[in-house]
């Protein structure tokens, strides 16, 4: 074939390729939007940072739900702390003024999180209380330019993580708002009528992802009204179809009432899920580093934070069941991270620095949980072509020895501690599961203080 045929030729496949790709397009109903497949960044990373900041973070009690504690359930809490600390007609409004976020510097955020060993950054743009942060065209006057910072705040972070890392940025929204009278009067309806989601929460949606391009949306605040009501599967059609991000975007599955762990992009089920089994969908355990609340609070004693046993478990746990985990910070109303989060976030980059290699790109194996010790977890890989399998042991093994039960070892098979030179030896069990031999090493020569990675080739299971 003549050389300027076959360019003609290429160009046609070309062409072609491109058509197909432009050809598949997403309708507005579960069947077509579950039938997209997950951007595969999205698996490889593992870690996500979430961020919850807004008004909330001013009186800083109870949790980010503190209005609705004070106004809507009451809790007897914050309904005292109200009364003892502001004058008989405060309103959860002149809280705004003091969302000052003075000592906010996304860059020093953007580095922390880079720091942290996660991929991806989800941040509250919204939350129940409806205060936006971002200057809103749909939110007057109850957004961070107009009361408050009078700052883009997702705009700078946005920028910051895109510029100074190579996170994904991703930003959550509530579909629904406490308080808001078009809520309230559409709900009052029976939700027959669907004003608050064509000129409130819907516009808002289209408003962030053409300004701010995410390439995660974390829905919420879904769960009393169908997803008919909520207007869902339009919305993730036009996502995935037209919108700036509709090749990287992922999104979870709080889109309405009884949607949720059962269509959407990955699922989140349930706050804090981590199922202890291999899920068939790819899932998320959204979970906080402060057992009780996603909003920074004053007054949480230093027993209310996880332990970096209990973070660095509840990851590993989670990822060799073939889940994200998303790691929950809450900043002061200044705009600081407290140094009790961000030890926890260095901490636990600095445990993946040496663990990585068995958490990031890793699937599960088939074994999640050891047969015979419940102290160790698994992840596998591909490297360099071979099947490698992880071990990922939460306690030390006493003794001088560790026992696993799950694994079959082959005649080449051999087995490494990660951040350790060199080989361990082992002798294998019948009729299967093998026994490691530890080595001494002394304490300041451990590869890090919490949970070890042991590294398994040519395992024939």
Same mark, same amino acid.
């Given at each position: 074939?003549?050389?300027?045929?076959?360019?003609?030729?290429?160009?046609?496949?070309?062409?072609?390729?491109?058509?197909?790709?432009?050809?598949?397009? +997403?309708?507005? !109903? %579960?069947? *077509?939007? $579950?039938?997209? @497949?997950?951007?595969?960044?999205?698996? #490889?990373?593992?870690?996500?940072?979430?961020?919850?900041?807004?008004?909330?973070?001013?009186?800083?009690?109870?949790?980010?739900?503190?209005?609705?504690?004070?106004?809507?359930?009451?809790?007897?809490?914050?309904?005292?702390?109200?009364?003892?600390?502001?004058?008989?007609?405060?309103?959860?409004?002149?809280?705004?003024?003091?969302?000052?976020?003075?000592?906010?510097?996304?860059?020093?955020?953007?580095?922390?999180?880079?720091?942290?060993?996660?991929?991806?950054?989800?941040?509250?743009?919204?939350?129940?209380?409806?205060?936006?942060?971002?200057?809103?065209? +749909?939110?007057? !006057? %109850?957004? *961070?330019? $107009?009361?408050? @910072?009078?700052?883009?705040?997702?705009? #700078?972070?946005?920028?910051?993580?895109?510029?100074?890392?190579?996170?994904?940025?991703?930003?959550?929204?509530?579909?629904?708002?406490?308080?808001?009278?078009?809520?309230?009067?559409?709900?009052?309806?029976?939700?027959?009528?669907?004003?608050?989601?064509?000129?409130?929460?819907?516009?808002?949606?289209?408003?962030?992802?053409?300004?701010?391009?995410?390439?995660?949306?974390?829905?919420?605040?879904?769960?009393?009204?169908?997803?008919?009501?909520?207007?869902?599967?339009?919305?993730?059609?036009?996502?995935?179809?037209?919108?700036?991000?509709?090749?990287?975007?992922?999104?979870?599955?709080?889109?309405?009432?009884?949607?949720?762990?059962?269509?959407?992009?990955?699922?989140?089920?349930?706050?804090?899920?981590?199922?202890?089994?291999?899920?068939?969908?790819?899932?998320?355990?959204?979970?906080?580093?402060?057992?009780?609340?996603?909003?920074?609070?004053?007054?949480?004693?230093?027993?209310?934070?996880?332990?970096?046993?209990?973070?660095?478990?509840?990851?590993?746990?989670?990822?060799?069941?073939?889940?994200?985990?998303?790691?929950?910070?809450?900043?002061?109303?200044?705009?600081?991270?407290?140094?009790?989060?961000?030890?926890?976030?260095?901490?636990?980059?600095?445990?993946?620095?040496?663990?990585?290699?068995?958490?990031?790109?890793?699937?599960?194996?088939?074994?999640?949980?050891?047969?015979?010790?419940?102290?160790?977890?698994?992840?596998?890989?591909?490297?360099?072509?071979?099947?490698?399998?992880?071990?990922?042991?939460?306690?030390?093994?006493?003794?001088?020895?560790?026992?696993?039960?799950?694994?079959?070892?082959?005649?080449?098979?051999?087995?490494?501690?990660?951040?350790?030179?060199?080989?361990?030896?082992?002798?294998?069990?019948?009729?299967?599961?093998?026994?490691?031999?530890?080595?001494?090493?002394?304490?300041?020569?451990?590869?890090?203080?919490?949970?070890?990675?042991?590294?398994?080739?040519?395992?024939?299971?």
């Amino acid at each position: 074939m003549a050389p300027h045929r076959q360019v003609v030729v290429l160009l046609s496949l070309l062409s072609l390729t491109a058509l197909l790709c432009q050809s598949v397009r +997403y309708e507005p !109903n %579960w069947e *077509s939007i $579950d039938s997209r @497949p997950l951007p595969s960044w999205y698996d #490889e990373v593992k870690l996500g940072i979430f961020i919850h900041w807004g008004v909330f973070s001013v009186p800083s009690l109870s949790s980010e739900w503190f209005w609705w504690r004070w106004k809507g359930q009451p809790v007897q809490e914050v309904v005292d702390f109200m009364k003892q600390n502001y004058r008989p007609d405060f309103t959860y409004a002149d809280f705004a003024p003091m969302f000052t976020t003075e000592f906010f510097e996304a860059e020093q955020w953007a580095e922390l999180f880079q720091a942290s060993g996660a991929g991806y950054v989800v941040f509250v743009s919204k939350h129940h209380e409806g205060y936006t942060n971002w200057p809103s065209k +749909y939110s007057f !006057n %109850w957004n *961070s330019m $107009d009361v408050g @910072p009078n700052r883009d705040i997702v705009g #700078e972070l946005a920028d910051a993580v895109r510029n100074k890392t190579d996170l994904k940025f991703g930003l959550y929204h509530s579909l629904f708002e406490w308080f808001n009278p078009l809520l309230l009067q559409d709900q009052a309806n029976n939700f027959t009528t669907q004003d608050f989601v064509f000129s409130k929460t819907m516009p808002e949606l289209y408003e962030i992802v053409n300004t701010y391009k995410p390439e995660l949306i974390w829905s919420d605040g879904d769960w009393s009204a169908a997803d008919t009501y909520w207007n869902s599967t339009s919305f993730l059609a036009w996502l995935y179809n037209d919108s700036p991000v509709k090749d990287t975007v992922v999104t979870n599955d709080r889109w309405g009432k009884g949607i949720t762990c059962h269509h959407g992009g990955y699922f989140t089920c349930q706050d804090r899920y981590n199922p202890g089994v291999k899920q068939a969908r790819k899932f998320e355990n959204a979970m906080t580093i402060d057992k009780r609340s996603w909003g920074y609070r004053r007054n949480a004693p230093l027993s209310d934070y996880l332990t970096m046993e209990e973070l660095i478990s509840t990851f590993i746990i989670t990822v060799s069941c073939g889940g994200n985990m998303l790691m929950n910070v809450g900043p002061t109303k200044y705009g600081i991270i407290t140094p009790i989060y961000e030890e926890r976030l260095r901490s636990m980059g600095e445990w993946l620095q040496v663990n990585g290699e068995g958490i990031y790109s890793s699937r599960p194996w088939t074994y999640q949980n050891d047969t015979e010790n419940p102290n160790v977890w698994y992840t596998a890989k591909n490297v360099t072509g071979q099947k490698v399998v992880y071990a990922f042991v939460l306690k030390w093994p006493a003794g001088g020895a560790l026992t696993l039960g799950a694994p079959i070892p082959g005649s080449t098979s051999t087995v490494s501690l990660l951040g350790y030179e060199g080989y361990l030896d082992y002798k294998k069990t019948d009729p299967q599961g093998m026994v490691i031999t530890i080595p001494t090493i002394g304490f300041t020569d451990m590869p890090c203080q919490w949970a070890w990675t042991f590294k398994l080739t040519s395992i024939a299971n």
